[in-house]
């Protein structure tokens, strides 16, 4: 065998390490895509306690949930969301 392939133990050990994680919440949530369905589900993820990767390719949007805002109760809504418990990155 080259070593290529995981055994059957590896994925088990994987599968309790990750386990572990989510349980505890010490496991980082990535979610791709920052729109309607993404922005929803790193909030319902950081209201349950864990910490967030969010990631999208329109620069502007990351800008957006990256930096104070000034444009009403949309920014403060999205600053509540993100406070201390989101990372918001872009590579456009």
């Known amino acids: 065998m080259d070593g290529s392939h995981a ?7 994987t599968h309790a390490r990750l386990q572990d994680l989510i349980e ?3 496991a980082v949530i990535g979610v791709i895509g ?8 790193v909030r319902a993820f950081a209201g349950s306690g864990f910490r967030c990767l969010g990631f999208d390719i329109d620069r502007s949007k990351v800008l957006k949930l990256g930096l104070p805002l000034t444009d009403g109760e949309k920014a403060q809504a999205i600053r509540a969301l993100l406070a201390g418990q989101t990372t918001v990155e872009g590579r456009p």
């Open 7 to 13: 055994t059957a133990t590896d994925k088990r050990t």
């Open 24 to 26: 505890t919440g010490r």
């Open 34 to 41: 920052l729109g309607y369905v993404g922005l929803p589900l």
